[in-house]
């Protein structure tokens, strides 16, 4: 089995995948009389294709167990996908480039308790991956006609594991 380890995400290290969603950002300033705090513009939600529209969803996760299998993953042509955890617990990103042939090799990324994601329209990526306790999400992605959503199986599964403590 082929083997990545999990790299602590960051804006620098996934700006060519999409983008990191947490509050670690200058892009902040005081809103309601100074009581709230925003950090403004965190993702571009994108929805292309027939009738798309950005939809707003809840997601429960169960937790993976690791070494994690990969033998599939997913991208949506058609509208990006923002997982925002509702707990400060890490979850595992995967994400592949468009080979010649389907997705390469994985990239996996451990986010910081509380960080989140948008995954680029069209990007492959894996499944909702919550670590150690099951998980809520916050999911904003694409509604409308047409199918959004192509897997890839691969011949030889990757072997995902957690950094070294």
Request: net charge negative; proline share 10%; aromatic share 10%.
């Amino acid at each position: 089995m082929r083997r990545v380890v999990a790299k602590l995400l960051t804006r620098e290290n996934f700006t060519e995948f999409g983008d990191v969603i947490d509050t670690d950002t200058d892009a902040h300033y005081p809103i309601n009389n100074g009581k709230t705090e925003r950090f403004h513009a965190l993702a571009r939600p994108e929805a292309a294709g027939p009738n798309g529209h950005v939809l707003i969803n809840i997601f429960k996760g169960t937790p993976y167990d690791f070494p994690l299998k990969l033998t599939m993953v997913e991208r949506h042509p058609y509208g990006s996908q923002a997982f925002i955890p509702l707990s400060p617990r890490p979850f595992v990103v995967v994400v592949c480039h468009d080979g010649p042939d389907g997705p390469s090799t994985p990239h996996a990324f451990l986010t910081k308790p509380g960080q989140g994601v948008n995954y680029r329209r069209n990007l492959w990526h894996g499944v909702l991956t919550p670590v150690g306790e099951p998980q809520d999400f916050i999911v904003v992605d694409r509604g409308g006609d047409g199918s959004n959503v192509e897997e890839f199986h691969f011949s030889h599964p990757y072997e995902i594991n957690l950094p070294e403590k």
